[in-house]
């Protein structure tokens, strides 16, 4: 590891992919595409749902309304898709948010070392919390640091050798596998859901009490989000 001080180093990679966008279809001229940023989708769907006065805004101040009022379900009307690469030990916790569908890399049909690739740098080394489980602390001494960084190098090294002396003897690769470290293992994954449900991950997951590398994926997915609405949503309902 290439940091002497125990700096944290991000990690993860995401990218928004698709945006719901309105079409016309009919049998005869078939289908159309009619590109419209997600704020106008939102605020055409919302226009039924809200005051008269309020519909009749524009879509800027349709959605600062929808936001201040924790009316969230025109936010369902629209999807978002993003791809996600993380440490695989990461992308468990995030497939359990329900409301959002994932399609993951997998190992039984490719090899991990090639095609996601693993953290040679490593992770930040952090210490436990003895009054909360949920938190780990960052003032580990340098004796531990270096210690806990050979000792993940280590089983990195050994285990990607295991991987590739079971690949080589004709092992399937859904059995070789299991000797890598799940950590030290990247993963890519599309992921879907309705921005109402990116919303409600963005505020689970940004939370102090989620762990720092699962943070750093909710905070790149939060900033790309916020940009495309326009909004800056402080609490959630």
Not at 48 to 72: F, Q, R, T
Not at 114 to 119: E, P, R
Not at 207 to 212: L, N, P, R, W
Request: charged share 25%; aromatic share 8%; glycine share 6%.
């Amino acid at each position: 590891m290439n940091k002497d001080n125990n700096e944290y180093q991000e990690i993860s990679k995401v990218g928004l992919l698709d945006l719901s966008c309105p079409v016309t279809y009919t049998k005869e001229a078939g289908l159309s595409w009619n590109p419209q940023g997600p704020r106008d989708l939102i605020s055409e769907r919302a226009r039924v749902s809200v005051p008269p006065e309020i519909a009749k805004g524009k879509s800027g101040a349709l959605m600062d309304y929808l936001a201040d009022h924790k009316h969230w379900s025109p936010f369902e009307m629209v999807t978002a898709g993003f791809l996600i690469e993380t440490p695989r030990d990461i992308s468990r916790q995030i497939l359990r948010h329900r409301s959002l569908h994932f399609q993951e890399f997998s190992q039984r049909y490719a090899d991990p070392l090639k095609d996601v690739g693993v953290l040679w740098n490593l992770r930040q080394v952090r210490g436990q919390d003895t009054e909360n489980r949920q938190n780990s602390l960052e003032d580990v001494s340098y004796h531990v640091q270096r210690n806990s960084e050979e000792a993940m190098s280590h089983a990195l090294r050994a285990s990607v050798a295991e991987y590739e002396y079971l690949i080589n003897q004709g092992v399937a690769k859904e059995v070789a596998r299991v000797v890598l470290p799940e950590g030290l293992t990247m993963s890519r994954m599309f992921v879907s859901g309705t921005i109402r449900s990116w919303i409600h991950y963005c505020y689970v997951r940004c939370d102090m009490s989620t762990q720092k590398e699962h943070r750093e994926v909710a905070e790149k997915v939060r900033s790309i989000l916020w940009d495309i609405l326009g909004l800056d949503i402080d609490e959630e309902d």
